[in-house]
């Protein structure tokens, strides 16, 4: 059984991607200070810890003591467009789903990956930097309502009952068909995602910061909206 979950949620990788060489990216702004105090408000301090082994109050007490520790350990990968391979271990933990038959079966379970700490602050700075450009850009869905600060459940069901209300006032019959994509931030591709950015106006570093993340192992859910 431990062979099946291993195969299952810890599949093959490729071998992670040779260094690239670092540049400077263009038109990358500071890092402030507030980014990081909001970063770091959105985590618990009972939050799980990852491989490194620290706590989110320890970076918060760092952060109080000095402000200048986190921005001097992130501002470089910001401005390099750049997340190293040495942040983007995470720990797995398995968890048992609630009302499964079989605990022979690996859906019978589900994952949970614990990343470092300090890669997940970095992502929480990113992603925000990420959905303003992709609204400026107006690169997403009008009906977009998951993973966006905001919006949540309740949005999507009212645009649902706009649509079926609009529809139905001149007599037409309304269907809905609903799809749940299976692991669906798991099997986005990397390369097509960086190209649809880069096309869609996004600023190169924060394409770079993504692609390299992503390139070199970081759990797909670090890059979840807020």
């Known amino acids: 059984m431990n062979k099946v979950l291993l195969e299952h949620f810890f599949p093959p990788k490729d071998p992670f991607s040779p ?9 990358a702004p ?5 980014e990081v105090a909001t970063a770091l408000s959105k985590h618990s301090h009972t939050s799980a810890l990852g491989p490194d082994g620290i706590p989110y109050s320890t970076w918060k007490q760092v952060n109080r003591i000095s402000h200048s520790v986190l921005l001097e350990i992130l501002f470089p990968l910001v401005s390099l467009g750049y997340h190293p391979a040495s ?5 797995g933990i398995l968890l048992d ?3 499964k ?4 079966s690996p859906a019978s379970f589900r994952i949970i990956a614990l990343i470092r700490t300090v890669s997940k602050i970095l992502g929480r700075i ?3 930097r ?16 998951g993973s966006l600060p905001g919006l949540s459940t309740y949005d999507a069901v009212l645009t649902l009952f706009n649509y079926v209300k609009t529809l139905q006032r001149p007599r ?20 097509t995602q960086a190209r649809i950015l880069r096309e869609g106006g996004i600023p190169p570093y924060l394409v770079s910061v993504y692609r390299r993340s992503l390139a070199n192992g970081a759990a797909p859910s670090s890059f979840r909206g807020p």
Do not use: Y
């Open 19 to 27: 260094p690239p060489r670092l540049r400077p990216q263009k038109k």
């Open 30 to 34: 500071p890092l402030w200070k507030e």
């Open 87 to 91: 942040l983007t271990g995470s720990n």
């Open 97 to 99: 789903k609630s009302g």
């Open 101 to 104: 038959p079989s605990s022979k």
């Open 126 to 128: 990113i992603v925000p």
């Open 130 to 145: 990420l959905l303003m450009a992709a609204r400026a850009k107006w690169l997403l869905n009008p009906n977009q309502c």
């Open 172 to 191: 037409l019959k309304v269907s809905s068909l609903f799809w749940d994509i299976k692991a669906g931030f798991n099997k986005v591709d990397n390369s």
